[in-house]
């Protein structure tokens, strides 16, 4: 007799019939990669518009560096949240939540009538990117089986460079937008690029009323038969989802605290997921992305020529991102970094030298474009193409919310840290000085990835727990 599995349209686990599992984890992992699209295109939208926000509020650094910050300071905040959230009421809520704050988020910032209520809304969609950035690459990362999970956690960075790209063409397209100042007078322009925010907001809220909850959460919380139902609707023929189940079942018995997340036991994982996520920032990656229309802007190129710019770096970091698609299953997630990361570096000390003794001038404006997309590119393909994958793998079930939780911490403490700061260190030290500072941080971090980030290709949730109880977690390079 066939085992009754859920329809892929019964989100809590009765019966139904058979399906396409492998299809199943792929249309989950696109419609749970939305809240990475909103996170990408909420995080680099605010470039476009710190060149036209000047058109209603008067600002100064400090005041832009705030705007900025806002949507950060509620990324760390969220993510504070979603950890024990997410391990209470289960993932799919959690993901469901930041839908609706990413809705409310961007409604509110196309309507601030004044820097701080800007400001205020961008924290709302902050709260949202924090939860999503924390529980999506889990949410994907339980629901996929270890040979493909490389490539569907990595669908959530995909998506969030597919945002920073989509956000970098509504900023060209909208900036100056003849149209929207006859509608909306000075300053339209800046209300629609976060108003169209809402559009995946919505489709993320109806999608997710199709899709399963995790079943390791539900295993974690007792209800067996219902994750077994689920894990054997997600699966392929040339699977074996029974002996996943049991895999699932022997480390779902561990009751998760802060204590155990805090044990020596697992400290080597939490080195890994907050280091890492720690590194993917101090290297200036957010910061470039954020204010390079105002670097190049300051550099010589007018307004159009930095928002075109940008659009280039969106496309680079897609392409960057097309390829860590492809290389965390191939050559690992721990050979990825150590191989590209060295052309960040590169591309940073080239940098300071085109930037050394001033904006660049004559073929100096082409080295600087040049090494901006390159960083990008290798930064980008390798780093944080492997962050959230990371993250979402080294730690076991029980603590899994917890853990991903202080990984996001990190993320969006050391985010906020540059975004507050990056435009007053380039007033203090210079561009070409910043450069270099982000260049040492990047050599830092390859040091810190070969010592203390294991290789986790190809290996089961389950077989990377055991290695943390065993201790031989850093043995696998």
């Not at 299809?23 to 809240?35: M, T, Y």
Request: hydrophobic share 50%.
């Amino acid at each position: 007799m066939q085992s009754a599995v859920p329809s892929f349209s019964d989100p809590t686990g009765s019966p139904g019939p058979a399906g396409n599992g492998r299809r199943r984890v792929f249309i989950a992992s696109c419609v749970a990669g939305l809240a990475g699209v909103l996170f990408g295109y909420d995080q680099g939208i605010i470039s476009a518009a710190l060149l036209t926000l000047g058109d209603s509020f008067s600002l100064g650094t400090l005041g832009k560096q705030a705007i900025a910050a806002g949507m950060v300071a509620g990324a760390l905040l969220g993510c504070m949240g979603a950890g024990p959230l997410s391990d209470r009421w289960g993932r799919r809520p959690v993901v469901a939540l930041a839908g609706a704050l990413f809705l409310l988020g961007s409604v509110g910032s196309a309507l601030a009538q004044s820097p701080t209520e800007l400001t205020l809304t961008r924290i709302v969609l902050g709260l949202a990117v924090g939860g999503a950035s924390q529980i999506v690459p889990v949410y994907i990362a339980e629901l996929a089986p270890a040979s493909r999970r490389g490539r569907l956690v990595l669908l959530f960075q995909l998506a969030i460079v597919g945002g920073v790209l989509a956000s970098s063409l509504v900023g060209w397209a909208l900036s100056d937008d003849p149209l929207l100042i006859r509608l909306f007078s000075r300053g339209g322009d800046w209300r629609m690029m976060f108003l169209l925010g809402a559009v995946p907001a919505l489709m993320l809220l109806i999608g997710l009323i199709f899709l399963p909850e995790s079943p390791r959460f539900l295993a974690s919380r007792g209800h067996v038969e219902r994750a077994r139902a689920i894990l054997l609707s997600l699966r392929g023929p040339d699977e074996d989802p029974e002996a996943e189940m049991r895999d699932i079942q022997g480390a779902a018995g561990e009751t998760g605290s802060w204590r155990l997340l805090f044990s020596r036991k697992l400290r080597p994982a939490l080195i890994a997921g907050t280091g890492l996520a720690m590194f993917s920032q101090i290297t200036g990656t957010n910061a470039v992305l954020t204010y390079a229309p105002t670097i190049l802007s300051g550099a010589g190129f007018d307004r159009n020529s930095a928002l075109l710019i940008s659009i280039a770096i969106g496309v680079t970091i897609t392409i960057a991102t097309v390829f860590g698609f492809w290389a965390v299953d191939h050559w690992g997630r721990r050979r990825l970094m150590l191989r590209v990361l060295p052309g960040s570096i590169l591309a940073l000390l080239v940098l300071a030298f085109v930037f050394f003794g001033g904006d660049p001038q004559g073929m100096g404006k082409f080295f600087a474009v040049g090494g901006l997309l390159v960083y990008v590119l290798c930064t980008l393909g390798s780093i944080n193409a492997s962050l959230w994958l990371v993250g979402a793998e080294v730690f076991p079930l029980s603590v899994r919310g917890k853990g991903m939780g202080l990984v996001t911490i990190s993320h969006w403490s050391f985010d906020l840290l540059i975004s507050l700061v990056t435009l007053s260190i380039i007033s203090l030290i210079g561009v070409s000085g910043t450069f270099i500072l982000f260049a040492g941080m990047t050599s830092l971090g390859w040091v810190f990835i070969r010592k203390c980030v294991p290789e986790t290709r190809g290996r089961s949730l389950e077989a990377i727990e055991r290695s943390l109880h065993e201790g031989d977690f850093l043995s696998h390079g």
